[in-house]
């Protein structure tokens, strides 16, 4: 009789585990954003103002879901704010607009935030196997256990002028994205081997043409840190998407269908087309 207790106050507990997150969210996802909340998303998370209703709808559900889920922890001194919280998930869920299913970032537990760039310890080896020992000032950086550290500073400063774009929240969140496959190497959980098969042989053609853009010197919509490593490169792609959706179609047509297929959403809708840039031949492929 007692064994039959046990398992049952156990089960009791069990299903209590399982059903009060979920009421929980639920409740979250039930709450509409207030009026205020709205005002921030117009403000800095520039698509949001360009999206039907149905897009609004699906990035607000999106929205309450991450603030229900994630942790804001503030560093050196920083307070966080509602619109640090709301700035922050409204351009990470951009990346979530077009996806099935409800999940957010699933694997990420903690969104830290300094108030500018932040000093990070690197150590470096060189071919001799000397170790050096470094500090490197960083705007953003995404980590394998559950972390995205951003540099506020950086979140809400205006980036959609002229290219190559800079977004750290959109570059941090395409890590995460890419790191669901199971390793950050450029290639995200895509679905198919066909898909695998194109994805691979655009983006290492794009990426062999923008490393040799980088050697040269010559300017891209793609910033040259994407040069870096093929992680790096569809971090880059990713915020010249979202953020230079045209000149990205313009310039890399087979990149921009890959990452419409992947995203499958197309921000070219939240954005009048810019006025084409002229282009001096005799300044060694300097836009101008």
Not at 5 to 21: D, E, K, N, R, Y
Request: aromatic share 10%.
């Amino acid at each position: 009789m007692e064994a039959l207790l046990t398992i049952s106050i156990l089960v009791a507990i069990g299903l209590l585990a399982w059903a009060v997150p979920r009421w929980r969210l639920r409740r979250a996802l039930a709450r509409p954003l207030s009026g205020g909340e709205l005002a921030i998303l117009e403000r800095n998370v520039e698509p949001y103002r360009a999206m039907d209703a149905a897009q609004r709808t699906r990035l607000e559900r999106l929205v309450r879901r991450f603030l229900h889920e994630k942790t804001f922890v503030g560093c050196a001194g920083l307070e966080i704010t509602e619109e640090m919280r709301l700035t922050i998930a409204g351009q990470a869920c951009l990346l979530l607009l077009g996806a099935r299913g409800e999940a957010v970032y699933p694997t990420l537990n903690a969104v830290l935030v300094y108030p500018g760039a932040f000093l990070v310890p690197r150590r470096q080896v060189d071919a001799a196997g000397v170790v050096t020992e470094e500090r490197q000032d960083l705007l953003g950086e995404s980590w394998g256990d559950g972390r995205v550290i951003l540099s506020w500073d950086h979140v809400r400063r205006p980036s959609m002028e002229a290219p190559p774009s800079h977004n750290v929240v959109l570059h941090e969140f395409a890590h995460q994205l890419d790191s669901e496959s199971g390793t950050t190497n450029g290639a995200p959980y895509l679905g198919s081997a066909e898909r695998y098969r194109s994805w691979s042989e655009v983006l290492s053609r794009d990426f062999a043409a923008l490393r040799h853009d980088a050697w040269f010197g010559h300017e891209d919509v793609l910033d040259h840190y994407g040069a870096t490593n093929p992680a790096e490169f569809f971090a880059v792609a990713t915020e010249a998407f979202f953020e230079q959706p045209h000149r990205l179609a313009s310039r890399h047509p087979a990149l921009y269908e890959e990452f419409l297929k992947y995203y499958r959403v197309d921000p070219r809708q939240w954005q009048a087309a810019p006025p084409e840039p002229q282009f001096d031949e005799f300044a060694y492929g300097q836009w101008r």
